[in-house]
């Protein structure tokens, strides 16, 4: 990282008897997106208050570009923040609640109106002028409370739980709108949630706090792949954790009596973690020398996907798999015997894998005469689609398939700045565009996840 934009160093707080916040040191860069993760109490609102001035601390500097900030009172400091109530006025309409911090610091009436035209063009708000608060939808309400903080043109945002308030569906919804408005504007954000989906979706990088400590810091993907301990393994996601034994130079999971292969790192591995999505499963149709046969305890059909709790050897763990058939019934059912799929090579995409793939996402007819990958074009077509065509979009990728395939062979692509995040899903989804179906992927050392 570069010089820090914000840099938090040894900030410790404490409420009578209670430690908030204990030597807590973070570096945050300009234009990043940054989420502050945690349960309740675990001092990331303390810490966002800190940053505020709102609160101060008992120890420790807050530096925003190289100034310190410590002692500033929160009116002075460079930033905004949103609060999770949005604190609107329900006095005001949409304009005057938006103008109000720009007519306590003077500004000329011109300017004003100059800036508000331009956040309202920004925000989609043409039209709610003259509304009061009462009189627009949840969304609204939470567009204008932005708009309020934009407006002031402030060179950090502080969000504190900016979508608890919405439901699910405009929730997802407004998640894309922040990051494309942020990438727009060039502020830095800085959010607190305790929704770890929500953070991962959002989130250029992001901190796991406990008791007033930060555990890790990483991108998304490094925090659920790689998380340092079973505290952060369990809240991020769904964990299984397994004993491991090392034995006669071999890695074994114990519950599953199961051989890890290819392993380079040959660590005195003691647990590991394997997330759901990494185990397949399929029903036992006639006896089997797998060993890893288990019973079906719970079934959970969530629509895209079916979550399984599945018990071998009196040990049960999670497997989560993809509906990608249409059905009317459930193909596994509560107490089927059921056993571990094994790792399928790894096919390569073809040329006409590829035109397929494109055909897909154009929504045009697919090219006669695929490879044997054809039962998985329509559904990596539809991967791209969803989770990477707004990435695209957003940081002006004309092809999408070309940035993919760059991304999957390390070639050089034309990357703008500040597209770390295209770049990760990018990449996610070219492995699973190159044929990387490892349905049981324990035989990798990326899965094998010391704890």
Known sequence: ?????????????????????????????????????????????????????????????????GKDITKLPPYVRPLNIMFQNYALFPHLNVTNNIQFGLKEEKISKEEINHRVNEILNLLELNGLEKRKINEISGGQQQRVALARCLVKKPKLLLLDEPLAALDK?????????????????????????????????????????????????????EIYEKPKDKYIANFIGTANIFNVLNKNNQIIIKELNYEVKNINNKENYVKCLIRPEKISVKKLENQSDNLNIGVVKEVAYLGSYTKYLIEVNGFEFYSFMQNSLVSDNLQIKWDDKVENLESQEKQPLTEQDKDAIEAYIDNAEPPTGISLNQQ????????????????????????????????????????????????????????VAEGVYREIQITTEDTLNPL
């Open 1 to 65: 990282m570069s010089e820090p934009f914000l840099q938090i160093i040894d900030v410790s707080k404490r409420f009578d008897n209670v430690v908030a916040l204990d030597k807590v040191n973070l570096k945050i860069a300009k234009s990043e997106i940054f989420s502050l993760l945690g349960s309740s109490g675990c001092g990331k609102s303390t810490l966002l208050r800190i940053i505020a001035g709102f609160e101060k601390p008992d120890e420790g500097r807050i530096l925003l570009e």
């Open 169 to 221: 569906q405009l929730r997802v919804q407004t998640q894309f709108e922040l990051v494309n408005l942020q990438y727009k504007l060039g502020i830095t954000f800085i959010i607190v949630t305790h929704d770890q989906e929500e953070a991962m979706s959002l989130s250029d990088r992001m901190a796991i706090m406990k008791n007033g400590e930060i555990l890790q810091v990483g991108n998304p993907v």
């Open 376 to 431: 998985y074009v329509g559904r990596v077509a539809d991967v791209v689609r969803q989770n990477t065509a707004h990435q695209c979009e957003k940081y002006g990728f004309d092809d999408m398939i070309e940035v993919l395939l760059a991304a999957r062979e390390g070639s050089a692509h034309p990357y703008r700045s500040n597209a770390r995040r295209a770049l990760e899903y990018a990449d996610a989804v070219a492995n």
